[in-house]
């Protein structure tokens, strides 16, 4: 079973995805976190990637498509995947249809979270006090400029595959404003 969780930043896909993952032995597979791995590595497309994410733009889709492409075909994805932030860009999703195509696993569900953006800035705000509290290093795309510009960039880039997953009659969507148990609900009664 593949799944697709599609929200602005902070929406609480992260945290839906592994509560998922773990009911549902599936794989989550975050492009983000792929992404902030290969700058800890400090590989050349870590160090390609951390301006653009600090920025809060968008990393080419060749790029994500690359890293996604070689992901799935690891043997921890044949039950499925839970896609967290991939595909951004109607490219993407269109490339991803490709893939799942070819190996017969198409996606089963796409799931919008819909949010109020400015809860999202509390929700960061919060997210940043209690990574300081915790004594771990706040990620560099987490303060509310760039916050700004990556709500910004979901709604000019990455709000264009809603209607185009609409039109495959995949979409589904949740309330992200209810309390993360109720919205781990809506999500396992939408997969029944
Ligand atoms: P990415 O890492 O994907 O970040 P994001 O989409 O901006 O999302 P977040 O991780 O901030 O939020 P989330 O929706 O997962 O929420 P979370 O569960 O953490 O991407 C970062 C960057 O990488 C991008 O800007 C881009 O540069 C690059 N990138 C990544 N993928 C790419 C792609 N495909 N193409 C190109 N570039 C790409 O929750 C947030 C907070 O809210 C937490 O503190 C949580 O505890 C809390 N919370 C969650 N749910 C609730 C709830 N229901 N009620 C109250 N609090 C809640």
Redesign the pocket.
Known sequence: MNIIVI??????????AKILEAEYGLKQL????M??AEIAAGSDLGKK?KA??DA????P?DV?IGMIANRIAQPDCAKGVIF??????VE?AKALDKMLGEKGKPIKVVIE?AVNEEELVN??R??IQ?TIDAGQQVRG??NEETLRN?LK?FREQTAPIIPYYKGTGLLKTVD?????DH?TQAIKALLK
Request: no cysteine.
């Open positions: 929200g602005p930043p902070g929406a609480g896909k992260g945290t839906q975050s492009t983000g976190d992404l902030r990637a653009l994410m809060g733009e968008l990393v889709d994500v967290d932030g991939f595909p951004r860009t993407q979270f929700r960061l919060t997210r209690q795309d987490d990556r960039v992200g404003m209810l309390p993360i919205v």
